[in-house]
């Protein structure tokens, strides 16, 4: 088996708030980060956005966006290796997740679109991709799938911790304690519910923006308690951990109606309070937040989040991780795990029964 541990892999990641592809360089034996490289994150324009977003579902045909998707992956690849420096002999590996457009574990389904053998073709660097789909046919919920690389970044920090991405859909990693030889029992993880998607999608239904830069109109918005209590009031949120949830399960029309800002407050407060209903749901309450994903971007929602949570909250760069980075890292993480047969998931992380790996190999 290969030495990975001394080559680079490339993990890339194209999240659920459509905004583009992470991408970035790293080394591990399968067990520790050895080296972090260069990342870069490659936008979408768009008319590429907005043909990717009607795939979303599957209601429309992918194959046109698949392989613009990949395509794009693999200038992605070009571009972070001229960045580092290196040599394509120099990565042995690409972790490609792909970009989820249909996730019902309750059906048995997971579908991530991206064209493998097309990006290892492009390329000629080996890919490992489909992480999802075989937790998901052992019973597990597919996602989240960041917490083993979580645990093995914290290693040396304080212990109860949680970390929380927020991404398009916002999800939480529990780690007990720092016993790096029993890790797999100190491991808890779920989507909390929305991330950053609906607040994303009202702001550019409203003003053709992207996003709620900074949190200005949430910021002076006020939050509805009557369409907060409305969204709130969704079966999700009395599931037992660990669970998962597409992008689009939620329903933010109980916000139509209000005002631009009114609106952005009020599915700002959701998501934080959303975060909130898990802690209950925690064997204990964890003493530190660090957060990750474009959500840490975000002041207000980060104000919110330690207002409801009543714990240090802090962007993952309070212990000098990358949060542009993370995504993208934990999928060269899991690429490597992914060769070398380690488990991906595990019964506490998405409900799988037993540890469990995954990943399809294709070879250039």
């Known amino acids: 088996m290969q030495d990975f541990g001394t080559f680079w892999t490339i993990g890339l990641m194209s999240g659920t708030s459509l905004d583009g592809i992470d991408a970035a360089l790293l080394k591990s034996d399968g067990e520790k980060v050895l080296a972090f490289g260069p990342r870069l994150t490659l936008d979408y324009d768009d008319d590429f956005r907005e043909a990717l977003r009607a795939t979303l579902g599957g209601k429309e045909p992918v194959q046109a966006v698949e392989r613009a ?11 972070l290796i001229a ?18 457009i249909f996730h019902a574990p309750d059906q048995g389904r997971t579908w991530q679109i991206g064209d493998a053998a097309l990006l290892a073709q492009e ?24 917490p083993l690389f979580h645990a093995a970044l914290s290693r040396d920090l304080e212990k109860p911790l949680a970390v929380l991405n927020i991404g398009g859909v916002a999800n939480v990693t529990w780690i007990a304690k720092s016993d790096a030889d029993d890790v797999e029992s100190n491991l808890l993880a779920c989507d909390t519910g929305p991330g950053n998607a609906l607040i994303n999608d009202w702001v550019e239904r409203h003003t053709g ?35 998962s949830l597409d ?92 060769r070398l047969g380690l488990p991906l998931s595990l019964p506490g992380t998405t409900g799988v029964k037993q540890a469990t790996t995954g990943g399809v190999f294709t070879a250039v």
């Open 83 to 100: 960045k580092a420096g290196i040599e394509r002999s120099e990565v042995a590996l690409l972790g490609f997740h792909g970009h989820t």
């Open 247 to 338: 992008r689009d399960d939620f329903d933010p029309s109980p916000v139509e109606g209000l005002s631009l800002e009114d609106g952005a407050a009020t599915l700002t407060a959701f998501t934080s309070s959303a975060v909130a209903r898990v802690v209950p749901q925690l064997p204990q309450a964890p003493g530190r937040w660090l957060v990750t994903g474009g959500g840490r971007h975000n002041p207000t929602l980060m104000d919110m989040l330690s207002d409801e949570l009543g714990v240090p909250v802090e962007p993952v760069e309070a212990v000098a991780w990358d949060g542009d980075a993370l995504e993208a890292q934990a999928f060269a993480y899991l690429a490597v795990r992914s």
């Open 123 to 146: 390329t000629g660097i080996d890919v490992v991709a489909d992480f999802r789909s075989r937790d998901v046919s052992l019973g597990g919920q597919g996602a989240p799938f960041a």
């Open 209 to 243: 923006q992207a996003m709620d830069e900074g949190g200005m109109l949430a910021k002076v918005g006020k939050v509805n308690k009557a369409a907060l209590d409305a969204m709130l009031d969704h079966d999700y949120f009395a599931l037992a951990l660990p669970k």
């Open 69 to 79: 998707l990949t395509l794009r992956h693999a200038e992605a690849v070009a571009q």
